[in-house]
């Protein structure tokens, strides 16, 4: 299993149950993460026998762009979104959107949901363990 990602893309947006927020839009910021394989592009190192993270972005970016009232309909809607335009290759999806200065009544930096759908793994610990290792080993940490 593979997963494919796009982190920290950036929208703004009119979604938020207050009339302000509609007129005035707010900032959002959404981490995607599919899972799939992707053995049949590597054998001919063809993007078209893959999940294409353009096509990916520009999902995310038509549904980003219809306004909403709650962030749960957004994040949902995306899922969905995704869900349909590949439906034979997605085993899995992961999603978090995050709202910046949410208007509340405080300082609070974001409010988020977190979506996950399928059969999605994150890496183990024993991969993280070795990737940090590299890492470290190879002066990037520093």
Request: glycine share 6%; with cysteine.
């Amino acid at each position: 299993m593979d997963i494919i990602s796009l982190e920290g893309m950036r929208f703004l947006g009119a979604h938020g149950f207050y009339e302000e927020e509609a007129i005035l839009g707010g900032e959002f910021y959404l981490d995607i993460a599919v899972a799939v394989d992707v053995t049949p592009a590597l054998e001919e190192d063809d993007l078209f026998k893959t999940l294409n993270y353009e096509t990916l972005f520009y999902l995310c970016k038509q549904e980003m762009e219809t306004p909403s009232k709650l962030l749960e309909t957004v994040a949902h809607r995306i899922v969905a979104r995704i869900e349909k335009q590949f439906e034979d290759e997605v085993k899995g999806i992961r999603l978090k959107l995050k709202k910046i200065n949410p208007p509340l009544d405080g300082q609070v930096e974001a409010a988020c949901i977190e979506v996950q759908k399928g059969h999605y793994e994150p890496p183990s610990k024993k991969i993280l363990k070795k990737m940090a290792a590299f890492l470290k080993d190879a002066d990037y940490c520093s």
